[in-house]
């Protein structure tokens, strides 16, 4: 049982280029989050999804998007990469089919943007 | 709205004393979740304990405590003869019913010294 999956670990991107942070969970969970936290800051919620098919915003969804089309997969998608899109991205599941039991999180992705 | 305060930012204790990190949330909800996190240097974010608004029975796990006061909105952590091993950022987190809107407070950073 792999749990919420994320790669990559690590990545450096310069100014402008664009990449995809991939995250898989295989609990079968409905709701799948991004989160990223700023070096010794907490946590804040960037996109999210009840199901496949359905996404919403966060508190900090500018520069990125996401795309839910399997319940599997919720990648996030960062375009034209700025500095202040350094930080530590994480993807966190939660079962979604009746009470909450806490979210599932991945082991984070440490983004550099140079 | 939720919202979610730890207003220790910082706490250092030395190995075998006692530690408690305040947690105090608001909620209109009448029914509601309870969490703790657990950051610890390696990055990782690890589940501790899921309480719910129901249940105001304190719970012991080993050198960990929690308790959960309605009266006060408070969910207190304690550990009892802290050791190294705790040294870690805590993270309280409060979740509506159905676990859609997920609220993490800003976290306290526990340094515990030999």
């Known amino acids: 049982n792999a749990g919420v999956t994320q790669t990559p670990k690590f990545r450096i991107l310069k100014i402008g280029q664009s990449m995809t942070l991939q995250c898989a969970q295989d609990m079968n969970h409905n709701y799948m989050y991004w989160y990223r936290q700023d070096p010794g800051m907490g946590l804040k919620l960037i996109y999210y999804?009840?199901?496949?098919?359905?996404?919403d915003k966060g508190e900090v969804p500018n520069g990125y998007n996401v795309s839910r089309s399997t319940t599997e997969d919720f990648p996030l998608r960062l375009e034209l990469a700025a500095p202040s899109q350094t930080s530590v991205y994480f993807c966190?599941?939660?079962?979604?089919?009746?009470?909450?039991?806490?979210?599932?999180f991945g082991s984070g992705t440490r983004l550099t943007v140079v | 709205a939720q919202k979610v305060t730890q207003a220790q930012t910082e706490i250092s204790v030395v190995e075998k004393e006692d530690v408690t990190l305040d947690c105090v949330y608001e909620?209109?909800?009448?029914?509601?979740?309870l969490f703790w996190y657990k950051q610890p240097p390696s990055g990782e974010l690890v589940f501790l304990i899921r309480r719910n608004s129901f249940d105001e029975q304190n719970e012991i796990s080993g050198r960990y405590s929690w308790n959960f006061q309605k009266s006060t909105s408070s969910f207190n952590f304690t550990i009892t003869a802290s050791q190294v091993v705790d040294s870690a950022v805590y993270f309280c987190a409060l979740s509506d019913y159905y676990g859609q809107n997920f609220v993490f407070g800003p976290g306290t950073r526990l340094s515990v010294l030999p």
């Open positions: 909620t209109r909800d009448t029914t509601y979740y």
């Open positions: 999804s009840v199901g496949a098919g359905i996404t």
């Open positions: 966190a599941s939660e079962t979604g089919a009746g009470v909450p039991y806490g979210y599932t």
